[in-house]
């Protein structure tokens, strides 16, 4: 089925640890995003990606980079992390024209203990 | 102030209830005005868009865009247990980049 695949769906952490969330796409959109979101907080933008080769921080960026590999993946790094960083982490793609629509991948749980 | 506030709830109705859910933005340049639903340990999904100001009709969904106000609202009509989910309003301006969410309403429909 066409959408958002995120790896892994469920992980736990040792403050410190690193590792990689990937997300792929085969919408052939050409915008792709990571959120994290908790509760009474909403989705909050980590990163974006507007293009192949382009990416931009949003509103969390802290302790977190970003991939743009190519057109379909876009990979979230946690180097060194933190129990602030437990979360759930969406992926999303986007198709700009004719009308926005924003496609969510089914999620990361991570729990950083 | 953030862009987009919406009441978190939660909001529990019997089965059959009318339910109306909202969002009010401070952002005048916001053109396309999105619901998404998101059932629990899952991802949002796209629920309705409007384009503009104006109402939406489909099914026993029904979204309105009042841009004077800088208000939108999303109506359900004969509310269903399988309607039990949170919603979340998404605004974007005319390039469609970047969408801008509310904080999502908690929604529990009793049977």
Request: hydrophobic residues 30%; contains cysteine; aromatic residues 12%.
């Given at each position: ?100 629509r924003y496609t969510f991948g089914s999620g990361t749980r991570l729990t950083v203990v | 102030q953030k862009e987009v506030e ?46 503009s100001s104006g109402n939406k009709e489909d099914g026993r969904f029904t979204a309105q865009v009042d841009k004077s106000s800088k208000y939108i609202s999303l109506f ?36």
């Open positions: 089925n066409a959408g958002v695949t995120q790896t892994p769906k469920f992980q736990v952490l040792k403050t410190g640890q690193s590792m990689t969330l990937q997300c792929a796409q085969d919408m052939n959109h050409n915008s792709m995003y990571w959120y994290r979101q908790d509760p009474g907080m909403g989705l909050r933008l980590i990163y974006y990606s507007a293009s192949e080769g382009t990416t931009d921080k949003g509103e969390v960026p802290n302790g977190y980079n970003v991939s743009r590999l190519n057109k379909r993946e876009f990979s979230l790094r946690l180097e060194s992390a933190a129990p602030s960083q437990t979360s759930v982490y969406f992926c999303a793609s986007n198709r700009p024209r004719p009308t926005p | 919406q009441d978190p709830g939660p909001l529990s109705v019997p089965e059959g209830a009318i339910v109306s859910l909202n969002c009010t933005y401070s952002n005048s340049a916001f053109q396309y005005f999105m619901w998404y639903r998101q059932y629990s340990r899952k991802g949002p999904e796209l629920l309705m868009y409007t384009y359900i009509r004969d509310s269903q247990p399988s309607d039990s989910a949170t919603y979340l309003c998404a605004m974007s301006s005319e390039d469609g980049n970047q969408f801008y969410f509310g904080t999502g309403t908690s929604l529990t429909v009793i049977p």
